[in-house]
């Protein structure tokens, strides 16, 4: 999935809900104005959230009939993605800064400032740390959880798009012609994983052993790549 800067559109995205076997649409909310850049359920499943790409409404709750539960209001900045920590205590949204929001009451409990712009946001295993991506100041960010406070910075060299957490707990970076390993705690690089392209956001298969990722620069050669994690 080729990752761009989302596109805000005065017009309201409608999202839909299918089944699985057969395919079919059981389903729709208004998900606020702006195309819907992620979209995730609750930890107990009774709620879904998107977040779309617009300054208002950008984090929309329904139940699971649908009905609007919590609507964000303007955080005058347009959203650029969202996660639900692996705990499901919190919900983390990208809006110019990043947003840290209590699951259970959806209060809006801290901004974080993460560089210019941040894109991408991946959490840690035990969700203790998030991990914010600012292409722009090219930096990557440790935000800690518990303090919602900066704690550490790591450069990251040239163009990069996405932060991902694997299984094994490593934090992946992908960037120009590099996969960058980074261990969670002390936020320092432990290896590269070199390629020739500019990788978008690493996908992991269940068991942890290879991660996926296309190439948003395919003339380089490849449309898309497997790495297997034991060796690479």
Partial sequence: MIRRPPRPTPFPSTTLFRSGD????VGAYDSGPGPVTSIFPGASGAYFYT??????????????SFSSVFRSGAWNAVARGGVLTPDGKLILVLANSLHIIDAATNTDLA???TGNDPNDVAVSINS???FVLSPNSRLLYQVDLTTYAVTKTLQIPGQSTAVAVGSDANVY???TNRIYVIDPVTLTKTAEIALNGLPNKLYFTPDGHYAVATNQTPITGASAWVFDLATD
């Fill in 173 to 175: 970076v992908s960037g």
């Fill in 51 to 64: 977040v779309a790409a617009s300054a208002t409404d950008a984090l929309v709750a329904v139940d699971q």
């Fill in 128 to 130: 203790r740390y998030a």
């Fill in 111 to 113: 901004q974080v400032i």
């Fill in 22 to 25: 057969p395919l079919a649409a």
